[in-house]
């Protein structure tokens, strides 16, 4: 398995590396309205868009992780305690079936 890991790193990074040489064509790129552009090239402009597509992805993946790690844990709690009444339930005695063997 570490060796189709490996094979799969080297072609991402060879993929990376071409997509470089083929894109070094300047752009201008303007962060704020009132800046002046810029130039850099296409590559890095690319790049750095997928980059922060993947933060941005991985964050709201961790929020929502973390939202539904807080809900099983509520939710364990909740089993938990319906666990222990089911057990008080179950050992209580049953009076109206000593009543009828009495009369």
Do not use: C, H, W
């Not at 040489?21 to 552009?37: C, D």
């Not at 941005?56 to 099983?72: A, E, N, P, V």
């Amino acid at each position: 398995m570490k060796i189709i890991s490996g094979i799969i790193k080297i072609a991402a990074t060879l993929a990376i590396v071409v997509f470089a040489i083929l894109n070094t064509n300047p752009m201008q790129v303007y962060y704020f309205f009132n800046k002046e552009a810029v130039q850099l090239p296409a590559f890095i402009v690319i790049l750095a868009a997928m980059l922060f597509g993947v933060l941005l992805t991985g964050i709201l993946y961790s929020l929502d992780r973390f939202k539904l790690k807080r809900q099983m844990g509520t939710l364990k709690k909740q089993i938990k305690k319906q666990e222990e009444e089911l057990v008080r339930l179950r050992n209580i005695p049953f009076e109206a079936s000593e009543k009828r063997e009495n009369a």
